[in-house]
């Protein structure tokens, strides 16, 4: 059935290893399909930086020869960079379920400037675009109408996973489609991708009903107001925060953007239901009893402006804690987010709130499978190859094991990383070339024009300020004045009126001594190295120095 | 007892909630006695910060009053600040055990300008100094040769634990001097002060002896060379480590400054047993086979030089990884650390070595009690008031409820924070005047000069930049020439010479149209605002902007 067709390539920009966003081709004929088109969030070492997006610019010149973009599921590292994918790809069509679209309509409508064409799919849907078989398999996530997707190729069928679990008693009452797969597996899988974010945690995750439970007690058993965090887009946490208010005879109240923005969305959807009778403003809170109100909010990864954070450091305008409330953390810890959540959580105890996070009780549990659900996955999909997606190295690595012991021929379970192409022809794999892969970062206005060149020049600046020197000198290049010496961010500025003249008599005496000929380049080189010894001599700090020349 | 005696003050100066760094005053008839006068590392906060210290101001012009201070344990968080409070307290006497008291001696050789008086202690003693009748019990740490200390008062008892857990099975076979706590406890002790860093982890702590069977089966099971890395002041897990290296058949090689520094000192003072033949310098390594070798290392957090991380990154100069090999973790993950340690993780998978790390396997326990070893602690100690210490605000609020569950009145389990003042008279505590604690940040040479106002600084270059402009004028108060515009860390340079061009005349257009009458404070103020509208505006950053006006 190869006859004469190349070998499809698949291509990873994110998601495997080192650049978080989510983000894969597949190359058939010449024509390409993506798969994900994700964003991450910074964190402290990129100085300044707003967004991070996969670096596309490998497709080059290629945008007439894309054909659709898959989104599997509405989370941001699956579809945040949308926006900006769509200023350089306009008239791609991009396929998603219902909420998925509806959640990138809602994200779009931030961004005037770009229009989407979006195409609709369901679970259970096969289709065709330009050479793409696609069919789409439903799978269960921290988010409703996850989507897997199965790419039928000439050279044999891929099947990417998405971001999956297999909860058996997930609160749409619709697991994973395990026969759907089965029947997939059936026919033959050429080639796996699958989710590894908790391929290094043995067993299964407990499923999501068991967190509605804890709630229920948590929540009947509250004496004062009720604040409940998770994300915007976990429909069913929020769901479950929902029941457990009603069940205890409070009245619910969304806080935060980005949940009032979505709770509309996902109940028109029909993924989240609820009274309008249940539901008050802000505003009406405050008429109520505190054991009659359950505030659910965003803020769970301790975000200094979400609503959480601020209501932690007593600077909610609107919602404020009391000794006997109870704050109930529904939701993960995001690494690198631990010491903000920490903050957040020290801050609830100082408003006198009892707060509730998994550490202590079942009130989260992971949207991943975990190690021996994987297993189920693989012995139900039954590939002859297997590449781990979705996780850092150590996952793929852990994830790669399992494929193994499931069977997969170890030649053929491949660890790839961001930016390696792997071949399909005739059912095997091997690896491709590799391409530049990487971060583009957005900071303020600009897409790409911050780089880790900038990054390393803010961290010097961020770790001992800037000196700034302005020589004058005359036509025959003699000092005109003493030079100017000011600093930020070096030293605390009482210590610094003796040491400013300290360092402007250290420039003009190494610049009488030095022979510069009035040369502005050794001028300027004598004023930075002086003054880089003169930092280092005193305060043993090694600033950012700017050394102007003027000549008069 | 306490006729004619002022209430004692108790004074907290960090280590509840704010301040990481543990030191507290207990002040008896006007004499002051510091027990543990620690440090903390700095976090991606505290921009180019080298270390925190206590802000010890407030003990002002008493240094004459300060009769001595007890060290609990070598932990840095407890002794670390002593080489900077030597400089300022120069005759005080510190009291320790051996083993603290040669950490102590160690670290002081790196501050030749310091001078200690050094006394040694041992568990079980008792002593007075000044108006202080003090008493020291063993307690069991991740660090051997921890001491609680009881302060005999004319107004009753203070017993503060140091850091503790209640490990019966520890490796010196000396676990916490329960025995010596009951009799502290029949004479009745007026107030505890302990430890709550895992008050809300219930249960107990399994007993260090777990890790050691893990690690011997680890061990065991491994082909090639095997690296374990654990804090170097850890004695008993290194032990732990070399014996489970012995018993395979490896040699041990200590990698690491603080490594190699402090096994010879727990070697000398007994609390570390090994044979000469079993352990190898690092230049031998290569002349074994890969499975005769186990490494014993610094770098568990994911510090950038240190041992680990630069095996992670391939950059050891002399031990490299391959397949096959097994790094072990035995280490606790800080907070705050998590993303350096995973980073750690993910590249020692690159260099193709297995990680066992505490997720995935039994090879850490805490060192610090959980809640329901708090519980026997003050079941024995019976005191009559409590004050939690050591623990962010949230364990703190933890441990006060586990006192009041053991029967110490609610109204007399205070939960206090840095700079409280507590005043323990006839048997009974209140609070007292708060005074002004803080951090104190150590950067380069300097001790105290750079505080809040010059992190907001470095925040601001370090998120957005440095942008400087020189205008020059003449005597006339018109501009001499095109204002030079130069920047760092704003933009990437390529992106540059024409958004600079366009930023020097956006500065001299405005130049012209305002009305500055040759004011200098005018004409730079007109500069930094042109500036700073100009990035706003082209790239939606807010850089530091330094305009320097040159009058010729």
Redesign the interface.
């Known amino acids: 059935m190869s006859d004469g067709h190349p070998p499809v390539k698949v291509s990873f920009f994110g998601g495997l ?1 080192e650049i978080g966003c989510n983000m894969a081709s597949v190359e058939v004929d010449g024509r390409i399909l993506l798969i994900d088109v994700g964003l991450i969030f910074p ?2 070492e990129h ?2 930086v707003d967004l991070i997006l996969p670096d596309w610019s490998a497709l080059g010149q290629r945008a007439p020869d894309v054909d659709a973009v898959v989104i599997t599921h509405g989370h941001e590292d699956h579809m945040g960079a949308l926006p900006f994918f769509l200023r350089e790809f306009r008239d791609v069509p991009i396929y998603g379920s219902r909420l998925t679209l509806g959640l990138i309509e809602a994200k779009l409508t931030e961004h005037p400037d770009v229009t989407a064409t979006l195409r609709e799919v369901e679970a259970g849907e096969r289709l065709e675009t330009g050479p793409f078989d696609l069919e789409f398999v439903g799978v269960t996530h921290s988010i409703p109408d996850g989507l897997a997707v199965a790419v039928h190729t000439p050279h044999g069928t891929i099947l990417h996973s998405g971001d999956f679990k297999l909860d058996q008693t997930p609160i749409d009452s619709q697991p994973t489609d395990i026969p759907h797969l089965a029947a997939i597996g059936d026919e033959g899988v050429a080639l796996l991708l699958a989710d590894s974010t908790n391929a ?3 067993g299964f995750v407990p499923s999501e009903r068991t967190v509605g439970s804890t709630m229920a007690d948590v929540f009947a058993g509250a004496e004062g107001r009720i604040v409940c965090t998770t994300f915007a887009s976990h429909i069913h946490r929020v769901q479950q925060a929902i029941d457990a208010a009603v069940e205890s005879g409070r009245k619910v109240c969304f806080v935060g953007r980005s949940m009032v923005r979505n709770m509309p969305i996902a109940r028109e959807l029909g993924h989240l239901v609820y009274d309008d009778a249940d539901v008050i403003e802000m505003a009406d809170v405050g008429a109520l009893d505190r054991d009659q109100v359950a505030i659910i909010c965003t803020g769970s990864q301790g975000e200094p402006f979400a609503a959480l954070s601020l209501m932690a450091a007593g600077r909610h305008r609107q919602v404020s804690l009391a000794e006997g409330d109870t704050v109930v953390m529904a939701s993960s810890v995001i ?2 987010n ?2 903000a959540i ?1 903050k957040s ?3 609830l ?2 408003q006198g709130a009892k ?1 509730v996070h998994k ?2 009780a079942p009130v989260h549990v992971s949207g991943h499978a975990a190690a021996d659900e994987l297993k189920f996955f693989h012995n139900v999909v039954r590939p002859d190859a297997f590449i781990p997606v979705h996780g ?3 996952h793929l ?1 852990a994830h790669s094991a399992i494929a193994v012991e499931c069977g997969v021929p170890p030649e053929q379970a491949l660890v790839c990383t961001d930016g390696d192409t792997v071949l399909l022809e005739d059912g095997r794999i091997r690896m491709g070339e590799p391409f530049q892969a990487g971060r583009v970062f957005v ?4 897409v790409g ?3 880790n ?2 990054l390393r ?3 010097q ?6 000196c ?1 020197a ?1 020589v ?1 000198v005359d036509g025959r290049a003699r000092l ?1 004045s003493e030079p ?1 010496v ?1 600093q ?6 009482p ?1 610094l009126s003796d040491l400013l003249t300290k360092a402007a008599q250290a420039v003009s005496s190494e610049l009488d001594r030095v022979d510069h000929d009035g040369d502005q380049a050794v001028i300027r080189r004598a004023t930075v190295q002086t003054l880089a010894r003169f930092w ?1 001599d ?4 090694r600033p ?1 120095i ?1 050394a ?1 020349i ?1 000549e ?1």
């Open positions: 290893g964190d402290a100085f300044g290094d945690s043995p690494p690198g631990e010491s920490y959580i020290n801050g105890f100082r707060v550490g202590i850092e190295y150590r690595v900071d303020g206005l600009g024009d911050v780089g060149a900038v020049h803010r961290e600046l961020s770790a001992d300020g800037v700034v302005v004058v005109v100017e000011t930020t961010g070096i030293i605390y500025e210590e280092r005193e305060v043993g700090r950012v700017h102007q003027v008069v």
